[in-house]
């Protein structure tokens, strides 16, 4: 391959020279007639450039005139019914125009680092600039990135459209150098500072420095002039996100100290000062979080200046009712989670899961509220920051994320039947399996998590251990479906906020990664359409001002989970009962008869709590905390997310059956059911593997000893210790046998049974050999019935009459295994039942060797 590119290579560079030495020689022959036609092309190109000047300029105003032609039209933002304006982009203009002498020169100066660096050297178009964006729209396959200048910039805002057209923008650098002949670098950058929008209705340097520092503009220090001077480029991404904001002002200042503007120690008190914006909040704004990303996106979408000023109708996917309902439910318990919990803030997400649209959205209890407390430093050491949106800011979502590594490990061959031990476990195969150590072999750190009571149950299914949301139980099953496959599958889901796998371990499960409540929520809506992805989504339909339609919704959706799997998730996280021995029978994660699944979690020292959960037609989620990640006081999911999100189910569902027959017969009207009809869950098909530990049998080994984790519905392996974690998985649950052989089982008063092996200890024969079962079965009530089976085949019976008051019975059998063929396997289970028809069964697999 390597001569055959050497030899390409020789070739290319052959014709090339010949190329060249060819076209050198002819213009050598050929002066007069090369000459000719460069000369003739020249002449066309400078008519046609001359011309396209004279039709584009032709009726270039004044500049008298141009500091009046500026009359914006505001655009209006509605909610799905189109019925409601949530918000109008601007209703009341704030401009003052002052002359060129008032405006600081830090604000110039400013303005220039920050738009437009060769301001003082071009003629109203950079050619560099230019070139450079050329390349990235050829590269992007359209027009991105238009190289403008201060120049035109002003004069797209004064005199054109934002439209990304070829013809636009030719006709912007035309007259973009016409005015730079007219008129001087002072008076385009007066006129542009007089005329730029700053975002919330202020047009000019001046209206912005009365809007968010109530002074004069001539007052602004320099590191106000930079915060201003970074607004333009992006109004409503920058002033509702401050973080961001200062990072720009700062590279600002380091482009005025660049170019000479500042010296060293202004650039250093710039830097140090607080430029804290005044908050605005007189704005007539419904959903003000929801409204500030639909304003983003369109901002981003068809630029500021023609969404400020071009009137565009924008039909938002927000549904008024159920936002107030939201902000309603966040409103109730706001007070009780401040006193009670140190919980000072909160935030609720409701998505159709079957389109992706964004129904509700509430980022913080009280968008106008005040900082607190008093005197913290907004974006650092607020409790609550009312302007931050949490709903798109990345948490940590405890055992909210579980769900994903059950969905992953069910695809593998595990059941919602499998039965995995929850009981103290080290996950560090360096550190000792007792799970009391926190450093082990050559001081690697020790991972053993605690469930949240600090208890343990032992054998549980997979769907206890789910619903009763059990961290050890999570562990071993994140451990087994794969921590790389369970990220790509939440993924895959919309938990786009894993982006760099290798940062997460087995801690993932217990929400060890970060992630925001409308990824988590839209993912857990995938579960209620049965694996279909509908990414969240704002807007229905956008309209110019003449009613041309620029945008409309089309649904696009992916399957991205198999139906059946997310049908068992459903059916764990919906049945009651799965999680009452947790949560109780009556708890806030149940809606009355209405079929819906819900997940809590808890994020480690109670910083974080959620609650997220869906029926078939809507997904909703709860986050509630402190914006600085202050502790809370014993704040779990169940007590301070669950209450606000069951809140909201309630009232969403009586709310919408009351609205109007009109309204119901808008276009994009979103119906709920009544919470008596709302469509149940699909029955899942449960798989039967012919395993008996994925099917559900209780065996005295880990689920280790019976499977590869890698391929669970295999073969049983040969030699399961070589699993790293095998050990300290296998003697925890030796352990926890000893415990129940020796001190009794811990009874409930459900009329439980327990059976328990003492013999044999180990799991490999030869032929030779002879097997000797031990066991003890133990009943709260008397026993009626005990059987042995071997392969499937009942090899033993004890029946016990009606009048029996037996609660224990032993069982001493032994077993010639001369018959049984080499290298085989076989399964050993003992079934018990007692006169409350309660029953139990529990075995143990072993092989024959060579």
Not at 19 to 32: H, M, Q, T, V
Not at 247 to 275: C, V, W
Not at 495 to 501: C, F, M, P, V, W
Not at 526 to 553: H, V
Request: charged share 25%; with cysteine.
């Amino acid at each position: 391959m390597g001569k055959i590119l050497k030899r390409f290579g020789l070739y290319f560079l052959k014709k090339t020279h010949s190329l060249i030495k060819n076209s050198i020689g002819f213009i050598i022959k050929n002066p007069l007639r090369v000459l000719k036609a460069a000369g003739f092309l020249a002449f066309f190109g400078f008519v046609a450039i001359a011309f396209l000047f004279i039709y584009y300029s032709k009726d270039l105003p004044s500049a008298a005139a141009l500091r009046e032609i500026f009359v914006p039209e505001s655009t209006k933002i509605y909610d799905r019914t189109g019925t409601v304006v949530l918000y109008d982009i601007y209703g009341e203009e704030k401009r003052t125009i002052i002359p060129f002498s008032e405006m600081p020169e830090y604000v110039r100066n400013a303005t220039v680092a920050a738009e437009d660096d060769g301001f003082y050297h071009h003629v109203g178009i950079d050619v560099k600039a230019i070139t450079r964006a050329l390349i990235a729209n050829i590269r992007g396959r359209e027009i991105r990135q238009g190289g403008s200048t201060i120049t035109q910039q002003f004069i797209k805002n004064a005199l054109l459209t934002s439209e990304k057209t070829l013809p636009r923008k030719i006709k912007e650098a035309i007259l973009a150098v016409q005015l730079e002949w007219k008129y001087s670098k002072d008076e385009i950058l007066e006129l542009y500072l007089n005329q730029v929008p700053y975002g919330y209705n202020a047009y000019g340097v001046e209206a912005a420095s009365q809007t968010y520092f109530n002074k004069h503009a001539e007052d602004l220090t320099l590191a106000q002039a930079a915060t201003l001077a970074a607004l333009p480029q992006a109004t409503t991404y920058y002033t509702s996100n401050l973080q961001a904001l200062e990072d720009r002002k700062t590279l600002i200042l380091n482009k005025m100290l660049e170019f000479g503007y500042i010296n060293k120690d202004e650039y250093l008190a710039a830097l140090t000062e607080n430029t804290e914006m005044k908050t605005v909040n007189d704005i007539e704004m419904l959903a003000p979080h929801f409204v500030i990303e639909v304003k983003k996106y369109i901002e981003q979408k068809y630029g500021s200046s023609l969404v400020e000023q071009n009137g565009l109708k924008v039909i938002t996917t927000l549904d008024i009712t159920l936002q107030q309902a939201a902000e309603d439910a966040v409103e109730q318990y706001a007070q009780k989670n401040i006193a009670n919990f140190n919980a000072n803030n909160a935030a609720l997400v409701a998505i159709d899961p079957s389109t992706g649209q964004v129904l509700a959205m509430v980022g913080s209890r009280d968008y106008f509220g005040e900082s607190s407390p008093e005197e913290c430093v907004v974006g650092k050491t607020c409790k609550f920051d009312p302007n931050v949106n949490v709903a798109l800011t990345p948490q940590q979502p405890g055992s909210s994320f579980k769900p994903f590594a059950y969905a992953e490990a069910f695809r593998k061959g595990y059941t919602p039947d499998t039965v995995v031990f929850d009981v103290p476990t080290e996950f560090n195969s360096s550190c000792p399996w007792t799970a009391n150590k926190e450093t082990g072999e050559g001081g690697s750190k020790c991972y053993n998590p605690k469930n949240y009571d600090g208890s343990y149950y032992g054998p549980m299914t997979l769907k206890e251990a789910l619903a009763q949301s059990r961290n050890v139980p999570a562990v071993k099953v994140l451990y087994l479906a794969g921590v790389q496959d369970t990220i790509e599958l939440a993924r895959s889901m919309g938990i786009e906020s894993l982006a760099d796998s290798s940062r997460y371990g087995l801690s993932l499960v217990l929400g060890g990664g970060d992630v925001t409540l409308l990824e988590e929520t839209s993912a857990f809506g995938i579960f209620a359409t049965r694996g279909e992805k509908n990414s969240p989504n704002y807007i229905l339909r956008i309209e110019d001002r003449e009613g041309n339609i620029l945008e409309e919704f089309r649904k696009e959706s992916k399957d991205v989970l198999e139906k059946n799997i997310a049908d068992q998730i459903n059916y764990v996280l919906s049945t009651n009962s799965f999680r009452a021995k947790v949560f109780g029978e009556n708890n806030y994660l149940s809606i009355g008869g209405l079929p819906v699944a819900a997940k809590t979690g808890t994020s480690q020292d109670y910083i974080d709590a959620w609650t997220v959960g869906y029926t078939r037609s809507i997904a909703v989620g709860v986050w509630v905390g402190n914006n600085n990640n202050a502790k809370m006081r014993n704040a779990d999911g169940s007590a301070v997310a669950a209450p606000i999100w069951n809140a909201f189910f309630r009232e969403a569902y009586a709310k919408k059956q009351q609205e109007s027959g009109e309204l119901k017969e808008r276009e994009f009207y979103f119906s709920l059911p009544s919470l008596d009809n709302e469509a149940p869950f699909v029955n899942p098909d449960i798989p039967k593997t012919g395993k008996p530990v994925l099917d559900g049998s209780v065996y005295r080994n880990s689920i280790l000893h019976y499977v590869d984790k890698s391929n669970p519905l295999g073969p049983y392996p040969k030699s399961p210790q070589n699993d790293p974690l095998y050990q300290n998985w296998q003697l925890p649950v030796q352990q926890w046998g000893g415990q129940i052989s020796t001190s009794g089982t811990n009874y409930t008063g459900t009329g439980d049974i327990a059976i328990v092996f003492t013999s044999p200890q180990k799991d490999m024969f030869s032929k030779n050999d002879t097997l000797e079962l031990r066991a003890g079965v133990q009943s709260e009530k008397p026993l009626t019935l005990v059987r042995i089976w071997l392969d499937g085949e009942l090899i033993k019976k004890f029946e016990y009459g009606e009048n029996s008051s037996a609660r224990a019975v032993n069982i001493s059998e032994n077993f010639s295994l001369k018959s049984f063929q080499k290298e085989s396997s076989h399964e050993i289970l003992v079934e018990a039942q007692n006169k409350d028809d309660k029953t139990d069964k529990a075995g143990f697999v072993f092989s024959i060797e060579d």
